[in-house]
């Protein structure tokens, strides 16, 4: 001990839970010591803040479902929201043990949204920590030529685009009557079929195209092909 008319003490709690320090305080005058006297100091721990899950990666237009969490008890939370560019939308600065915002990437590319979260416990402020979320853009299909007509016999060669990189696509089709054959349900950035009209009136095939990218599916398009018949000739 040391004779002291302060007591001057940086105190530290590195855990989670409130903790004290007391203080046995000996009054000294006249060389006589008088009765102990108990100081307790209370020192509160600082909040820290970590998510579930960790980061997250959505869809355009999907919502997301981050958990703020923190190891000390009663923790409050409170974020701002940090974009990567203008083209996305629906984030906010919010506060609560929940981020569910319903954010849209109206771009063609990857975009994130940077959630900085700042813990309080106690009238202690933590340190501060982001969580990222992914917001992927929706794939949209182009196709060259926009639609074809062919003559009975003859290949479709259909080219598939987005303006997404790393889309894919898968489609599905249908005729406008059993006359016509050569026709199937595929995958790939190319639709190459030959097709047959077994009729005498001119017939369609339908494909619908759905594309993909980065998990996330945007919506079909159609893409139609005319399917010219093959003239007969006949004598009376």
């Not at 600065?93 to 990857?110: A, H, V, Y």
């Not at 196709?143 to 303006?163: E, K, R, W």
Request: glycine share 8%.
């Amino acid at each position: 001990t040391v004779p002291t008319l302060m007591l001057n003490q940086t105190l530290v709690n590195t855990g989670f839970a409130i903790e004290t320090v007391t203080y046995q305080i000996t009054p000294h005058a006249n060389n006589c010591d008088g009765i102990v006297y108990n100081y307790v100091v209370t020192v509160f721990p600082v909040p820290d803040v970590y998510f579930l899950p960790p980061a997250t990666a959505i869809c355009s237009q999907q919502s997301t479902s981050e958990q703020i969490l923190s190891h000390v008890t009663g923790t409050t939370f409170t974020w701002i929201a940090i974009p990567s560019s203008i083209n996305l939308s629906g984030f906010a600065d919010g506060s609560g043990n929940l981020i569910s915002q319903t954010i849209t990437n109206s771009g063609n590319t990857i975009e994130t949204v940077t959630y900085h979260v700042m813990p309080t416990a106690n009238s202690c402020t933590g340190i501060p920590s982001d969580v990222i979320v992914t917001v992927n853009p929706t794939p949209l299909v182009t196709t060259s030529p926009m639609n074809q007509t062919i003559c009975a016999g003859f290949t479709t060669s259909i080219s598939l685009n987005s303006t997404v990189v790393g889309t894919t696509f898968a489609w599905t089709v249908t005729s406008s009557s059993p006359n016509i054959t050569g026709f199937s349900a595929g995958s790939g950035n190319t639709i190459i079929q030959t097709l047959g009209n077994s009729g005498f009136t001119i017939e369609t095939v339908t494909y619908h195209i759905t594309p993909t990218a980065n998990g996330c599916s945007g919506p079909f398009s159609d893409f139609v092909v005319t399917v010219e018949p093959t003239p007969d000739l006949s004598n009376t």
